[in-house]
Nanobody, 113 residues
Framework: QVRLVESGGGLVQPGGSLRLSCAASGSIFGAMGWYQKAPGKQRELVAL???????TYADSVKGRFTISKDNAKNTVYLQMNSLKPEDTAVYYC?????????WGQGTQVTVSS
């Protein structure tokens, strides 16, 4: 069973950047995504990369976030630029569609001055 470990979160000022990483314990097949869980909201898919490295983004992050993957390292990344306070959330990675057993602990991103 694949284990996913997210890292790279932290506290950043509005307009700042962060790079999140999702390390998998095994090979990643199929589409992978980054999910955002903001306080009081449901977990939402914000970025997806498929097996052909095609990407899709939620409107809320389009033009600011970039998802990528390194198959040799079994790692998926999320480059987050021009961060806004509304990006504050716990970020998780998982397959698309999700595999329930793959949920990790996530990484907290807080955007605040």
């Amino acid at each position: 069973q694949v284990r996913l470990v997210e890292s790279g979160g932290g506290l950043v000022q509005p307009g700042g950047s962060l790079r999140l990483s999702c390390a998998a314990s095994g090979s990643i097949f199929g589409a992978m995504g980054w999910y955002q869980k903001a306080p009081g909201k449901q977990r939402e898919l914000v970025a997806l990369v498929d097996s052909d490295s095609r990407t899709t983004y939620a409107d809320s992050v389009k033009g600011r976030f970039t998802i990528s993957k390194d198959n040799a390292k079994n790692t998926v990344y999320l480059q987050m630029n021009s961060l806004k306070p509304e990006d504050t959330a716990v970020y998780y990675c998982n397959r698309v569609p999700v595999v329930t057993d793959y949920w990790g602990q996530g990484t907290q991103v807080t955007v605040s001055s």
